[in-house]
């Protein structure tokens, strides 16, 4: 697959703080690449380099093969843009609002009437085209920001934080309708601070932290990166000291908590670690009332990568 | 793109009622209020005169027998005696057209702060007097009432020999009370530089650093200057309508009456007043980081500049003139009072040509800065 976005080396500073240090990541043709980090981890200044509306000291971007910049029209035409912040004109309806901003891509009246009729069937708002934006709930404002970001058929999105302060169900309809996307073959780059939503929807994930790309690759290769294995908790009916002993001494157990029966054991990096505990548990003819291990997630990848977990910061 | 662009901006400007009633609204509302405490623009006031209490003045008594006879007759001309500095002061306080020094060989001296057609009836009026001084007193003695008519049909006779052009009865017809129509025409002026809110509401939907619809807009493929052209456009589009429902107002429910052959001239004035206003608002809105800091400015300065030209007291006006001439030069809202203060009442154009003059290099000025801040393409902060 061709790389869609190239970027090299880019360096972003604001006085002293160093916003983006050396940043280069590429993204290719078709896929959903989420950009995961904790807020003020540099996500929204990269998106705003990339597209020519920061400027930066050092590096490079290149999207569709050519170096962007402000005046690159050829390509901006191709992109389509999801603020983090809502981006609507309030006095206009929600009509107009698509209309405008798929106007700004498109001159073609009837082409561009199709085309807004699309994205409000989309994002789901065709019962309140009328409606101004300060009439729509949280969600369906999002949903709305979304449509005018999208309505003129990018082939490119980027999409930035989207689903701040949406309800779930709203959440899961944008997350749906940007998988829709996808398959008919729109790159999207998607940041957020959700490690969930990167796992459900994107094919690569960068995981950014002070501006640095500390990780990258699949959900799958980034949790291969670490050292953590599975969490297995287990709650005890009769807990003793000796299996939880015994639980402690397994060779591949990383730390054990024990707390009034509940037992929560971090593993190390491997298969079969719950064949080895419900052995140890068999052996001294414990009883138990529920297992299960969970896999690790990103948060646990950026926890033992920097130390800190994602959320720390919100 | 330039139209749609256009349409949809000039759509979300007139969305916003707090603009149009700023910019509309409270002018025509405050015109209303003035109309009905101070009245209207009037079209027959008096010519105020008066004679210096001097020596000369004071060793005859007919000069006093001569105001009472004029304030007693039907006449336009108002007179009374007052001292010298009172008369100065009032002068200077736009209470009198003209006054008169008796000087020690009876010629009778005028004193005008500005030329224009009571000044000319005052000059007729000294004259007269001078010529005739022999029949008046006569007519004094006996005929009360007599010598203010003579006096009145010999400053006319003159008046007609010397000018006795038509501009000069339909400019007598115009005669209005200045002070109160400077308060009309500053209110002009004021709803010129409360429109620059839809500069600046502009901006903020343009730049990037100031809003989200701002980053959108500037990621989209468009050119800058195209951009910016259309978002002027609507400013002024917006600006241009409010102003001229304005001079609509004034001169239909307020009586403002204009020859056919001057309305060219006012809607010079109003364009120019429009222009110079939009390149305020765009200076302000590219300058001040915070929309809702530059709309509290533009508030402000306006009700200043507004005050300083008069629209409260004339004698503000007057002072602000006197001592601080750079500072009437580069407020608009003067000299858009002062171009339709002079193109009323004189028809001065070569002054109108100088306020005009003023509005568009302030325009021009400020536009091409606020321009030049706008067409950056990247930024260092959003």
């Keep these: 697959m061709p790389n869609v976005i190239e970027v090299d080396g880019i360096v972003k500073r604001y006085g002293d703080l160093v916003a983006l240090d050396q940043l280069s990541l590429e993204v290719q043709a078709g896929e959903i690449y989420g950009l995961l980090g904790p807020n003020g981890s540099g996500k929204s200044t990269a998106i705003y380099c990339m597209l020519a509306l920061l400027t930066h000291e050092r590096g490079e971007v290149r999207i569709f093969g050519q170096t962007m910049r402000p005046d690159s029209y050829d390509s901006k035409r191709r992109i389509g843009v999801v603020m983090q912040d809502v981006a609507v004109f309030g006095p206009l309806t929600v009509e107009e609002n698509i209309d405008f901003f798929c106007g700004l891509y498109v001159r073609d009246r009837a082409e561009r009437k199709r085309l807004v009729a699309d994205a409000i069937d989309f994002a ?27 309505a003129h058929r990018p082939d490119l999105i980027f999409l930035d934080e989207p689903t701040v302060a949406v309800d779930p169900q709203s959440r899961n309809n944008i997350l749906e309708g940007l998988e829709e996307l996808n398959r008919q ?7 957020t601070h ?33 050292s953590s294995g599975d969490t297995i908790t287990i709650e005890l009916q009769d807990p003793n000291d000796a299996v939880i002993q015994a639980l402690r001494e397994l060779d591949f157990v990383s730390q054990l908590e024990s707390s009034e029966g509940r037992i929560e054991i971090q593993t190390r990096h491997g298969e079969r670690r719950l064949d080895s505990v419900l052995a140890t548990l068999a052996a001294h003819d414990t009883a138990y009332s529920s297992i299960y291990a969970q896999k690790p997630t990103l948060n646990t990848v950026f926890l033992e990568i920097t130390g800190r977990a994602l959320r720390d910061h919100d | 793109m330039f139209w749609h662009f256009y349409r949809y901006r000039l759509l979300a400007n007139l969305k916003q009622p707090q603009l149009v009633f700023w910019a509309l609204v409270f002018p025509l509302l405050l015109a209303i209020v003035f109309q009905l405490t101070i009245g209207g623009i009037q079209t027959d006031r008096p010519i105020h005169a008066a004679f210096v209490e001097n020596e000369a003045f004071s060793e005859t008594d007919v000069y006093s027998r001569l105001i009472d006879d004029v304030n007693a007759a039907d006449t336009p001309l108002k007179l009374r005696q007052l001292p010298a500095e009172e008369a100065r002061q009032a002068l200077f306080a736009n209470e009198l057209d003209g006054y008169f020094i008796v000087e020690a060989d009876s010629r009778l001296t005028l004193h005008v702060m500005r030329s224009g057609l009571p000044q000319s009836v005052l000059q007729s009026f000294g004259t007269t007097i001078e010529q005739r001084r022999a029949q008046i007193e006569a007519l004094l003695e006996g005929n009360p009432g007599q010598a203010a008519r003579l006096i009145a049909a010999t400053a006319e006779e003159e008046l007609e020999s010397s000018r006795g052009s038509e501009k000069d009865i339909e400019a007598a017809e115009r005669v209005g009370n200045s002070a109160q129509t400077v308060y009309f025409f500053s209110l002009f002026g004021m709803g010129a ?25 500037r990621v989209a493929p468009l050119h800058h200057m195209r951009l910016i052209g259309s978002s002027f456009a609507v400013v002024l589009s917006l600006l241009l309508v ?18 056919p052959q001057l309305v060219p001239w006012y809607l ?3 364009l120019a007043g429009t222009f110079a206003s939009a390149a305020i608002g765009a200076v302000l809105g590219v300058f001040v980081r915070k929309p809702d800091l530059a709309f509290g400015i533009n508030v402000g300065l306006s009700l200043i500049m507004s005050f300083f030209a008069g629209m409260m007291n004339d004698q503000v006006r007057y002072n602000i003139n006197t001592h601080f001439p750079w500072l009437s030069a580069i407020n608009p809202a003067e000299q858009m009072t002062d171009a339709l203060y002079s193109l009323y009442y004189y028809e001065d154009l070569s002054r109108v040509g100088r306020n005009l003059l003023m509005l568009v290099a302030m325009g021009l000025v400020l536009g091409t800065v606020a321009v030049l801040k706008l067409r950056r393409q990247r930024y260092v902060h959003l």
């Design chain 1, 124 to 150: 789901g708002l065709g019962d309140f085209r009328k409606f101004l934006p300060a009439k729509l709930s949280g969600g369906l404002l999002r949903r709305l920001n979304i449509a005018c970001g999208i």
């Design chain 2, 193 to 217: 530089l409360f429109g620059a809110s839809f500069a600046i509401n502009e901006i903020e939907a343009l730049e990037a650093n100031k809003s989200a619809e701002g980053r959108r807009i």
């Design chain 2, 268 to 270: 010079v004035i109003t």
């Design chain 1, 185 to 191: 073959g729109t790159t999207i780059v998607y940041t």
């Design chain 2, 242 to 259: 409010c102003q001229l429902v304005q001079l609509a107002f004034i001169i239909w429910i307020q009586n403002l009456v204009i020859p």
């Design chain 1, 194 to 226: 959700y490690m969930e939503e990167v796992e459900q929807i994107c094919d690569r994930i960068g995981i950014l932290d002070h501006g640095q790309l500390i990780a990258e690759g699949t959900a799958d290769e980034l949790k291969g990166m670490i």
